[in-house]
């Protein structure tokens, strides 16, 4: 938990994510190296732009203990007009392509 809030906190500040939410879950099932695992995990719901991605996933790599951290990125495909622009106006980009993501 302290590594996903210590996250959250930088990639807020640096402006590469608007928002995260920090969800914590019980388990997580899945197969690692022919091994059927299940650990407690922490789920990071990160809203961004598009345009950041490489960013967020060069930070996620740097910093997380996991050699292959779980980093999907799905569209916004709608929402209040005036939170899409928060998360726009809070994740500035030079390459700003107004694509957001989670």
């Not at 302290?2 to 914590?24: G, H, T, W, Y």
């Not at 991605?53 to 996620?60: F, G, V, W």
């Not at 990125?73 to 957001?100: E, H, K, Q, Y």
Request: aromatic content about 6%; charged content about 20%.
């Amino acid at each position: 938990m302290e590594l996903a809030k210590s996250f959250a906190r930088d990639l807020v500040q640096q402006q590469l994510a608007a928002i995260v939410n920090i969800m914590p879950m019980e388990s997580a099932v899945y197969m690692w190296e022919g091994q059927l695992e299940e650990d407690p995990e922490v789920l990071l719901l990160i809203y961004s732009q598009e345009c950041q991605l490489p960013s967020l996933e060069a930070y996620i790599r740097e910093n997380h203990p996991d050699e292959e951290p779980g980093l999907a990125a799905l569209p916004i495909v709608g929402g209040s007009s005036s939170f899409l622009d928060w998360i726009r106006n809070n994740s500035m980009s030079a390459n700003d392509t107004g694509n957001l993501i989670i």
